[in-house]
């Protein structure tokens, strides 16, 4: 996916840093990214554990994509914790893809790779099909208009394997939610779960390419290390809440 874009086009993020943290904004009321110094690979943002949440469904995937890097966060905790994964995340703002070595982003290696590019164009021509597609792209307005058209749904339910999960973050409150959640039903035939933040304005959209209630999904996924468990808990027992309920 060669990188056509001009540096100029795009808004520059800011970074806040305090004693203990460091963000990533594009406006001073929209904060993108949150990292703990102390902890670099934790998930500080409630919304990132849980889109994690396609680990109760496949606690093992062996190819992960991205679309949307901000400060790298779940980036940063599928690298170190589950190691078998290989991923890839496309970032189309060049001024965020340069912010890496500031939020500790790992540098591409065998299994880790950031792309600079149009996530919409990496989905309708995607290099192979993924077990996890993660969609949190988002510029100064809000989520770019390609990132949640039918046709974008349909080309990231082409992009997965089968039985493959898409995970999108959404505003809860924006307007459009309900149209953007009806077009992924429409891509993924219904097997669509949304899972509403209960104390922030985020709702994430779990869709799978298969059968999404077929089997409830265990407590805890296999394998995975304490370190990892006790940051996703909780989120983990609200996801398994809701889909009892569903």
């Known amino acids: 996916m060669p990188d056509t874009t001009d540096p100029d086009e795009f808004v520059k993020p800011f970074v806040s840093e305090t004693l203990g943290s460091k963000s990533l904004y594009f406006s001073i009321s929209a ?5 703990n110094l102390m902890q ?9 554990r849980t889109m994690m949440g396609f680990l109760l469904f496949n606690p093992r995937p062996d190819n992960i994509a991205m ?10 905790f599928c690298y170190r914790y589950l190691p078998r994964a290989r991923l890839v995340v496309v970032e189309i703002n060049p001024h965020v893809v340069a912010l ?13 790779k950031v792309l600079q590019g149009d996530g919409a164009l990496f989905v309708r021509r995607p290099p192979k099909q993924y077990d996890v ?4 792209g988002f510029e100064v307005s ?18 997965l394997q089968p039985g493959g999960i898409l995970v999108v973050n959404l505003h809860y409150r924006h307007p459009h939610f309900d149209t953007y959640v009806a077009r992924v039903h429409a891509a993924f035939k219904g097997e669509v779960h949304v899972v509403v933040e ?4 985020n709702a994430t959209v779990f869709a799978c390419k298969g059968h999404l209630h077929e089997a409830l999904p265990a407590p805890r996924p296999a394998g995975l ?3 990892a468990w006790s940051q996703l808990e909780a989120a983990f027992a609200h996801i398994a809440q809701s889909l009892r309920r569903a």
């Open 100 to 112: 890496r070595d500031a939020f500790l982003i790992p540098q591409d290696d065998s299994r880790f």
């Open 198 to 201: 209960p104390e922030a304005d």
């Open 225 to 227: 290390p304490d370190a």
């Open 67 to 76: 679309i949307g890097l901000g400060g790298g966060s779940m980036a940063k």
């Open 133 to 136: 597609l993660l969609v949190d």
């Open 142 to 159: 809000g989520i770019p208009a390609r990132l949640c058209s039918q046709r974008f749904y349909e080309h990231c339910y082409e992009a």
């Open 40 to 48: 670099p690979d934790a998930l500080v943002l409630e919304y990132t």
């Open 31 to 35: 904060i993108q990214s949150s990292m």
